[in-house]
């Protein structure tokens, strides 16, 4: 296992357009999160997943943002309907079950609104 | 969680010792202290973990004094490739809150 991979890692859309990015976390982790970043800011937290269960969304994630993670393996963040304002870099991270130590984040995807 | 003050940036030379502090005055008795690594482009990497004195890892050391209101991260002889945003969160490592709330970092630049 490489560690927790995100696809696709770049992605241009225009405004309305929806847009789904995929998080393949560590095998064994049964921990899931995605974080949205802008520009000098730090990773905002946008949702949490145990296993298949979504456990808790932040104020953040509006109704135009939706979040899956069927069989507790991988997961998709959709966002629909597409606006400037969401140009950001979407990063997920896994842990396993009480984890006192680090995370491990991917790479993350790159969303540009154009 | 508890909220962190760090620096904005840092700068430094190659070869020199590079302390970055942090402050968490609300830092609850359950809480650890975490920071992490980020380059440009890529998501943040754990570096290291503490809740109390001093903890080494072939990376960094954080001494953490005895009142846990500050911390601070200790990287030894820097090299360009430290150049990156560091990030000091507290909180009980995930374990019951299930989720790191970032600031916004110290950006170091190490200079030949």
């Known amino acids: 296992d490489t560690g927790v991979s995100q696809d696709p890692r770049h992605k241009i859309t225009k405004r309305g357009q929806n847009v789904t990015f995929r998080c393949d976390p560590i095998s064994e982790h049964n921990r899931l999160y995605w974080y949205r970043q802008t520009l000098g800011q730090g990773p905002e937290f946008l949702t949490y997943?145990?296993?298949?269960?979504?456990?808790?969304k932040s104020r953040l994630l509006s109704d135009r943002f939706s979040a899956e993670r069927p069989k507790g393996s991988f997961s998709t963040l959709e966002i629909q309907r597409t606006e400037q304002g969401d140009s950001a870099m979407y990063l997920c991270?896994?842990?396993?079950?009480?984890?006192?130590?680090?995370?491990?984040f991917g790479s993350g995807t790159r969303l540009t609104v154009v | 969680l508890a909220k962190t003050t760090q620096p904005i940036s840092m700068d430094s030379y190659e070869g020199q010792e590079v302390n970055i502090t942090c402050s968490h005055n609300n830092i609850a008795t359950n809480d650890y202290i975490t920071w992490y690594q980020q380059f440009p482009s890529q998501g943040p990497r754990f570096i290291i973990q503490?809740?109390?004195t001093k903890v080494t890892n072939e990376v960094a050391s954080l001494f953490i004094p005895a009142d846990r209101k500050s911390s601070t991260l200790s990287l030894p002889r820097v090299s360009l490739s430290d150049t990156a945003v560091y990030y000091c969160l507290v909180g009980d490592g995930g374990g019951a809150t299930n989720k790191l709330i970032f600031g916004t970092g110290t950006l170091l630049a190490v200079q030949p």
């Open positions: 997943f145990q296993n298949e269960a979504q456990l808790e």
């Open positions: 991270a896994s842990s396993p079950s009480g984890a006192r130590y680090g995370y491990t």
């Open positions: 503490g809740y109390k």
